[in-house]
């Protein structure tokens, strides 16, 4: 590895060069060293909330269960339910190239919210593993593997520990793990909390071994659930804190007529889950019962019994509490609208509302 990357010095085209060097990596993790059920990528990653992440140097894929939305030779772009983790490939470390790399990895992980299994067009918390993030160099600038330590301790007090590195490698030189109340490091994304402190060690000629063995160690840790490309079709909206998930937009009526295409704005989401946090969690078949008084056919049980909200301050009745003949003309719990907040069903009485509580986003 360090032959062909004193070597590649003389391309002198740099993306080249750059190529070059992140195949030489790749190359020699597909050398038998990791098993078959993980592929080696380049490209992007797009997430489940209409986001996609900047070019990464090699994606780390499930092989055998994973899809690519778009695959070419040089370039893919894989769906991240199907990926375990990135590697950010340098040349030379040095600061700016750092902080380039670790951006990267803060905004892979910000991809992953609190992520769900789709239940019957409702929701199901389902954990998933987050991503991994590591970053290679082939060797130092003009630094030290301890002033890169202090570079990323400065970084960490300004970022949160689920967006962290989970290892940092420098060629010959050392790496950089996180220790936390134990003689192991943390190199699971899980273990990386904020008491897990980076500290460097200068493993020398046994770098590259040690590098190796994380990577392998971290990938066989991490249970990836199932691809689900439907949400990729239509994923989910990041609506200021929030993931929303279900009919984001939807028409308001104004006097019986049709108004226009909405949906609710940041405020008016953070005002809903705080009252309805604040009144307590339902099962969704209470929910339902409230609402319409009977609970539709078919359902699952377990999608019965899921957790969900009720967003009603104003006490409306339901449906069977008015009658099919004045459900119409009163305010009550079938002006509703279902929205999927970050992975719970709220069911959301629509009475109270002002027009300061929507943003348009098209005429219906």
């Given amino acids: 590895m360090r032959a062909d990357f004193e070597a590649s010095a003389q391309v002198k085209q740099s993306g080249s060069k750059g190529m070059f060097r992140e195949n030489t990596l790749k190359n020699f993790l597909a050398a038998g060293r990791l098993p078959l059920k993980y592929g080696l990528g380049t490209g992007e990653i797009v997430g489940r909330v209409r986001d996609t992440s900047r070019q990464c140097d090699v994606i780390i894929f499930d092989k055998l269960n994973g899809v690519a939305l778009l695959y070419d030779e040089n370039v893919q772009v894989f769906p991240i339910d199907c990926v375990y983790g990135i590697i950010e490939v340098k040349s030379t470390l040095s600061k700016s190239e750092f902080l380039d790399a670790l951006e990267k990895i803060k905004a892979l992980k910000a991809m992953v919210p609190a992520t769900t299994e789709p239940f019957d067009g409702l929701t199901k918390l389902h954990p998933r593993s987050r991503p991994f993030g590591v970053i290679f160099a082939y060797s130092l600038a003009d630094n030290s593997l301890d002033s890169l330590n202090e570079n990323l301790r400065e970084w960490e007090r300004e970022t949160p520990a689920a967006l962290w590195p989970n ?9 950089i793990w996180h220790y936390g109340g134990s003689t192991r490091p943390c190199l699971d994304s899980h273990q ?8 460097a060690l200068h493993f020398c000629e046994d770098s590259l071994f040690q590098f190796y063995c994380s990577l392998h160690d971290m990938c066989t840790h991490m249970t990836l659930g199932p691809v689900e490309l439907r949400r990729f079709y239509s994923p989910s909206e990041q609506i200021g804190k929030f993931v929303i998930g279900g009919l984001v937009e ?6 019986g007529e049709p108004g226009c295409r909405v949906r609710f704005t940041a405020a008016a989401i953070e005002k809903i889950v705080k009252w309805s946090s604040a009144h307590g969690r339902m099962r969704l078949r209470d929910v339902l019962q409230k609402r319409m008084g009977w609970v539709p056919p078919g359902m699952d049980e377990s999608t019965l019994n899921s957790e969900a909200f009720l967003y009603n301050p104003d006490n409306l009745p339901g449906v069977h509490e008015l009658g099919a003949k004045t459900v119409m003309t009163k305010d009550s719990l079938w002006r509703s609208h279902v929205l999927v907040i970050d992975g719970y069903h709220y069911t959301i009485a629509l009475s109270g509302f002002t027009d300061s509580d929507f943003e348009h986003v098209g005429e219906a």
């Fill in 167 to 175: 290892c940092v490698c420098v060629l010959e030189s050392g790496v």
């Fill in 250 to 255: 939807f028409e308001i009526e104004k006097d």
């Fill in 192 to 199: 990386i909390t904020s008491e897990a402190k980076p500290m």
